[in-house]
Each structure stands twice: as structure tokens, then as C-alpha cells.
């Protein structure tokens, strides 16, 4: 009897491990290469001081995609990974003045936008009516390849073109909808999910706050990561081999083909190879520039990548009851906030921010008695305007702990008992990120669908791309949507039939 067919999966990152469960349930030998220690890559939590924190994402949003997975490997999300909707899902704070607790209920959120604006009555409803059909129309093309420029012919993409405005960006579909601008940026500041401002992010991108409204923003027990936790337990108990702290050097090619997958202490045959690493990253540090026809490195230096993030992991002594789980604070001038970030590559003055206060849900995540505060700061990704040496790392320090106090935090200082800092530089040193561009590439018209870097790589042979770097992009619910796409074109290439839909 032949031996199955043997995929080597470079990192263990959701995309990485939502295709091992695939792979491995169709019968293919899998083995996952991972340099860190943990799986998960961003999507993983760490220790420190009795305090959990989640490393990169914190909310767990559309949990459908992740469940059709499960289901179609014998398992039950639900049932594996306890979470919990939350609502309100998370408060927008204009400024640290007026505010907006999100909220699933029609009701109580029409009456808050009643308040801030009156003119504004009856919008929210009509955005959910729109955004719904909206996600209707588009979900079919969210999951589907796209290989070439003749996919855009297909019969969903032009049948969805009116409902998805290509032309218009994001930042103006909003105000299509609310007079007042502090509520169109409400409804548009997601586009930060992909590192983007909605004045350059598509229109079609409205469905990402619509899906939090419509399908929930969810707490994993124990935060985020244990998702990606979970789904590493899974694999393993399914036969899939994961090799931590084992770091990808290169690849033996036979032609464009990788015949065996090389790291520092061994190298491993593969009749295909999965690459779920940063995408700029693993081309130019893995695969020879010669052999790549399109994205060469050329290429790559010239194309649009997201923002960075300044990170603040802080364990408090004490808790914050009256700051929700989720709160995103919206600087009072946030168009020049965005250009300082995007355009001027400038640190930003008086910056947005978010904070996830998780202990208010989750006792699990701080000692008795603390809680931990996770701080987010969008910031530029790498760039010759900005040197993130101790001086300026520990002014920017002060100044996000400054704002803070716009949400009430103002004795946070007195109360850390342990914090650690994550700069763009950490991220594109330690984590290993193009740039440190947290979101990957950015998600404009000329960096998508058939534009992106294809999930059946059109420059090498056999060899398959998952996470934000490919189709369909950044985010949770994209990025595992990507390991089915893959997978549904790997598996028949191996003789092993089909992925699910």
C-alpha cells in the first residue's frame, strides 16, 4: 500500500494549523515547522507574572468559518473552545467624551445614536439592511481562488459589483449613511483591522463592522490564543507532527519545485509545502529571487504594506470595573492621526488607541485581586522617519500612558506590577513581519483578489500560501477561510478529493 502523501507546513500560525486538521483528516501525512516555541504565532497568549495576555488578536469575530471547519473534521467548535458573546461588544469613546456602547440590539443602539445625533435616527438599520445583502453577495467570492484575471469574469463577482462599489472607499460608504462624522468613523475604524485607513480601504470592507453586529464578538476563555492552542492539541491528536523552535532556513528545488523543506537541524521531504509565514518575509528569505517570475524582491519592496502597532502589555494591581472588555478611543482629529501614520510615516501626537480590560469577563487571565490591560497604539511600520531606539521607545511609553487617562486611567502608572513592550521593530525582528506591517499587505483595489499573492503560489510548483498574505487577506475569519480555499485545491492535486465548503 503507498505511503500517503507527506505536506510540510511552514508555520504554525491559524492558517498553518486550520490546514493541518484539513490536510491530516483527508489523509495526508502532515508535519508543521514552527521557529517559535508556542503555536499559534500572533494568535497565541503569554505568561508573565501570573498574567495572560493574548500576543496579537483579541477579538474573536464571525466564528462560522472556524466552525464549518471543525465540523468538517468531526469536531464541534463549540464544544472544543468555550467563548463567550459579548455586549455590549465593545465602547467607542469619541476623544474620551461622548461614547458608544456597541450592542447588538437594534434598539438600544438606535437610541444612542439618537443622542449624539439626532439627524442620524434610523441609520443603524438601514446599514445592517444594506451590509446584509451586501455579505450575501460577497461570500461567495471570499471563498473562492482567485488565480487569474478571468476569475474576475465570474458570474458572483459581477453579479456583486453593484452591491460592492469598488469605486467608492470605505470612509465615504459610511457617510452615505450618517450625517454625523463621529459615526461614520464608528462604523468604518474596523479597516484598522487591516491596518488601513477608510478613506484608502475599499467600500466593500463595511461588512467587517456589520459582521460583528450581525454574527457577534466573541471571548474565547482564556483568551484568544487558546484557540490556536486547542487547534495544536487537535492536530497532534490526528497524527499531524509539530516541530516547535525549528526555524525554515530554505528549500531544496528541483526546478521551481521544493522537493525537501530545510532547518537548522534537519530536512524534510515534501510532495507539497504550505507556507503560512509572513509572506514578504519567507520569499525573500527562503526562496531565491531567480526562481520568483512575479513577486521578485523588487516587487515586493514596491508594494503597499499595512501599519505597525505599539504594543503595551500591562498587569495591573487592582481593576478597572467601569472600563468595558473592548474599548476603542478615537483621537478628536482622526483624519490627521491617520495621514500622520499613512502618509507622514510620523509617530502620531495625539494618537487613537485601544485597550482590552479582558479580566472584567475572564478571571482566568490575572492573579486574584489584578487584571491585565492590553494596549494598542497604531503606528507606522518601518521606516527611515522613525528610530525605535530606548529614547523614543520610553517617550512613547509616556505619552500612551498619558492618554489613557482619557478613559479614566489616570493612576495607571502607581499600578503596573509588570509590563512588556512590542515595537515594530520587535515585530519585524522577532516575529518575523515584512516591515513590522502587523496586517501584511495593505488591502487596496491593486493588492487584491487575482492582485494578491495567489493561495496556489503562481511562482513555484506545489507549493500552497494561508494566512494574511493571500487571498482573501487579513483577519481571523479570512485568514482560516484561506487555509479551505488552499485546501481545496491541494487535496485533489494529491489524489485525496476535496476540502469542505
Same mark, same amino acid.
Given at each position: 500500500m503507498p505511503s500517503p502523501p507527506h505536506v510540510v507546513i511552514v508555520g504554525a500560525g491559524p492558517g498553518g494549523l486550520a490546514s493541518a486538521l484539513q490536510l491530516a483528516h483527508a489523509g495526508a501525512r502532515v508535519t508543521i515547522l514552527e521557529k517559535q516555541a508556542w503555536v499559534g504565532g500572533r494568535t497565541a497568549t503569554f505568561t508573565q507574572a501570573g498574567f495572560k495576555f493574548d500576543i496579537g488578536p483579541t477579538f474573536f469575530l464571525y466564528p462560522r468559518v472556524l466552525q464549518e471547519i471543525f465540523a468538517s473534521v468531526g469536531l464541534d467548535l463549540e464544544a472544543e473552545i468555550? =467563548?463567550?458573546?459579548?455586549?455590549?461588544?465593545? !465602547?467607542? #469613546?469619541?476623544?474620551?467624551?461622548?461614547?458608544?456602547? $456597541?450592542?447588538?440590539?437594534? $434598539?438600544? =443602539?438606535?437610541?444612542?445614536?439618537?443622542?449624539?445625533?439626532?439627524?442620524d435616527q434610523g441609520a443603524f438599520e438601514r446599514y445592517l439592511t444594506d451590509n446584509r445583502q451586501k455579505l450575501k453577495y460577497f461570500r461567495p467570492i471570499l471563498e473562492s481562488p482567485f488565480n487569474s484575471w478571468r476569475d474576475l469574469l465570474s458570474k458572483?463577482?459581477?453579479?456583486? $459589483?453593484?452591491?460592492?462599489?469598488?469605486?467608492? %472607499?470605505?470612509?465615504?460608504?459610511?457617510?452615505? @449613511?450618517?450625517?454625523?462624522? !463621529?459615526?461614520?468613523?464608528?462604523? #468604518?475604524?474596523? #479597516?484598522?483591522?487591516?491596518?488601513m485607513s477608510p478613506f484608502k480601504c475599499p467600500s466593500l470592507f463595511s461588512i467587517l463592522s456589520f459582521l460583528e453586529y450581525e454574527h457577534g464578538v466573541f471571548h474565547p476563555r482564556g483568551g484568544c490564543g487558546q484557540v490556536s492552542q486547542r487547534m495544536g492539541e487537535l492536530a497532534r491528536e490526528r497524527g499531524v507532527e509539530i516541530r516547535l523552535g525549528e526555524a525554515v532556513t530554505g528549500f531544496q528545488? %528541483?526546478?521551481?519545485?521544493?522537493?525537501?523543506?530545510?532547518?537548522?537541524?534537519? !530536512?524534510?521531504?515534501?510532495?507539497?509545502?504550505? *507556507?503560512?509565514?509572513d509572506f514578504a518575509q519567507a520569499m525573500q528569505t527562503l526562496v531565491p529571487d531567480s526562481l520568483r517570475r512575479r513577486w521578485t524582491d523588487r516587487r515586493i519592496s514596491r508594494k503597499k504594506f499595512s501599519c505597525s502597532t505599539f504594543m503595551l502589555y500591562l498587569g495591573i494591581r487592582g481593576q478597572y470595573d467601569n472600563l468595558p472588555h473592548h474599548t476603542i478611543h478615537l483621537a478628536d482629529d482622526y483624519g490627521r492621526n491617520l495621514r500622520q501614520i499613512e502618509t507622514d510615516f510620523q509617530l502620531p501626537d495625539a494618537p487613537s488607541f485601544y485597550i482590552q480590560n479582558a479580566s472584567v469577563t475572564d478571571d482566568t487571565l490575572a492573579p486574584a485581586g489584578h487584571s491585565g490591560l492590553y494596549v494598542l497604539v497604531p503606528v507606522p511600520h518601518m521606516h527611515q522617519n522613525v528610530q525605535w531606539d530606548a529614547a523614543t521607545i520610553a517617550k512613547f511609553r509616556e505619552l500612551t500612558l498619558d492618554q489613557l487617562a482619557r478613559e479614566g486611567l489616570s493612576d495607571v502608572r502607581e499600578r503596573i506590577v509588570t509590563?512588556? *513592550?512590542?515595537?515594530?521593530?520587535?515585530?519585524?525582528?522577532?516575529?518575523?513581519?515584512?516591515?513590522?506591517?502587523?496586517?501584511?499587505?495593505?488591502?487596496?483595489?491593486?493588492? =487584491?483578489?487575482?492582485?494578491?499573492?495567489?493561495?496556489?503560489?503562481?511562482?513555484?510548483?506545489?507549493?500552497?500560501?494561508?494566512?494574511?498574505?493571500?487571498?482573501?487577506? %487579513?483577519?481571523?475569519?479570512?485568514? @482560516?477561510? %484561506?487555509? !479551505? *480555499?488552499?485546501?481545496?485545491?491541494?487535496?485533489?492535486?494529491?489524489?485525496l478529493g476535496e476540502a469542505s465548503r
Amino acid at each position: 500500500m503507498p505511503s500517503p502523501p507527506h505536506v510540510v507546513i511552514v508555520g504554525a500560525g491559524p492558517g498553518g494549523l486550520a490546514s493541518a486538521l484539513q490536510l491530516a483528516h483527508a489523509g495526508a501525512r502532515v508535519t508543521i515547522l514552527e521557529k517559535q516555541a508556542w503555536v499559534g504565532g500572533r494568535t497565541a497568549t503569554f505568561t508573565q507574572a501570573g498574567f495572560k495576555f493574548d500576543i496579537g488578536p483579541t477579538f474573536f469575530l464571525y466564528p462560522r468559518v472556524l466552525q464549518e471547519i471543525f465540523a468538517s473534521v468531526g469536531l464541534d467548535l463549540e464544544a472544543e473552545i468555550p =467563548m463567550q458573546r459579548l455586549d455590549p461588544q465593545y !465602547r467607542i #469613546s469619541f476623544g474620551g467624551k461622548e461614547r458608544l456602547d $456597541a450592542t447588538p440590539d437594534i $434598539a438600544a =443602539m438606535e437610541a444612542q445614536i439618537a443622542k449624539i445625533s439626532p439627524a442620524d435616527q434610523g441609520a443603524f438599520e438601514r446599514y445592517l439592511t444594506d451590509n446584509r445583502q451586501k455579505l450575501k453577495y460577497f461570500r461567495p467570492i471570499l471563498e473562492s481562488p482567485f488565480n487569474s484575471w478571468r476569475d474576475l469574469l465570474s458570474k458572483d463577482l459581477l453579479h456583486a $459589483a453593484r452591491y460592492l462599489k469598488p469605486w467608492r %472607499s470605505l470612509g465615504r460608504e459610511l457617510e452615505s @449613511y450618517f450625517v454625523d462624522p !463621529r459615526l461614520a468613523i464608528a462604523f #468604518s475604524f474596523q #479597516s484598522k483591522y487591516l491596518g488601513m485607513s477608510p478613506f484608502k480601504c475599499p467600500s466593500l470592507f463595511s461588512i467587517l463592522s456589520f459582521l460583528e453586529y450581525e454574527h457577534g464578538v466573541f471571548h474565547p476563555r482564556g483568551g484568544c490564543g487558546q484557540v490556536s492552542q486547542r487547534m495544536g492539541e487537535l492536530a497532534r491528536e490526528r497524527g499531524v507532527e509539530i516541530r516547535l523552535g525549528e526555524a525554515v532556513t530554505g528549500f531544496q528545488f %528541483s526546478g521551481r519545485q521544493p522537493t525537501e523543506v530545510i532547518t537548522d537541524r534537519g !530536512r524534510y521531504p515534501a510532495d507539497a509545502v504550505v *507556507i503560512n509565514a509572513d509572506f514578504a518575509q519567507a520569499m525573500q528569505t527562503l526562496v531565491p529571487d531567480s526562481l520568483r517570475r512575479r513577486w521578485t524582491d523588487r516587487r515586493i519592496s514596491r508594494k503597499k504594506f499595512s501599519c505597525s502597532t505599539f504594543m503595551l502589555y500591562l498587569g495591573i494591581r487592582g481593576q478597572y470595573d467601569n472600563l468595558p472588555h473592548h474599548t476603542i478611543h478615537l483621537a478628536d482629529d482622526y483624519g490627521r492621526n491617520l495621514r500622520q501614520i499613512e502618509t507622514d510615516f510620523q509617530l502620531p501626537d495625539a494618537p487613537s488607541f485601544y485597550i482590552q480590560n479582558a479580566s472584567v469577563t475572564d478571571d482566568t487571565l490575572a492573579p486574584a485581586g489584578h487584571s491585565g490591560l492590553y494596549v494598542l497604539v497604531p503606528v507606522p511600520h518601518m521606516h527611515q522617519n522613525v528610530q525605535w531606539d530606548a529614547a523614543t521607545i520610553a517617550k512613547f511609553r509616556e505619552l500612551t500612558l498619558d492618554q489613557l487617562a482619557r478613559e479614566g486611567l489616570s493612576d495607571v502608572r502607581e499600578r503596573i506590577v509588570t509590563e512588556r *513592550i512590542i515595537t515594530p521593530q520587535i515585530w519585524e525582528q522577532d516575529f518575523g513581519l515584512y516591515r513590522g506591517a502587523t496586517f501584511n499587505l495593505a488591502h487596496n483595489l491593486r493588492q =487584491m483578489l487575482h492582485l494578491r499573492p495567489h493561495n496556489r503560489f503562481e511562482d513555484l510548483e506545489n507549493v500552497y500560501l494561508t494566512g494574511g498574505g493571500t487571498h482573501p487577506g %487579513s483577519g481571523l475569519p479570512v485568514i @482560516y477561510e %484561506s487555509s !479551505r *480555499i488552499t485546501c481545496r485545491q491541494l487535496l485533489p492535486q494529491l489524489g485525496l478529493g476535496e476540502a469542505s465548503r
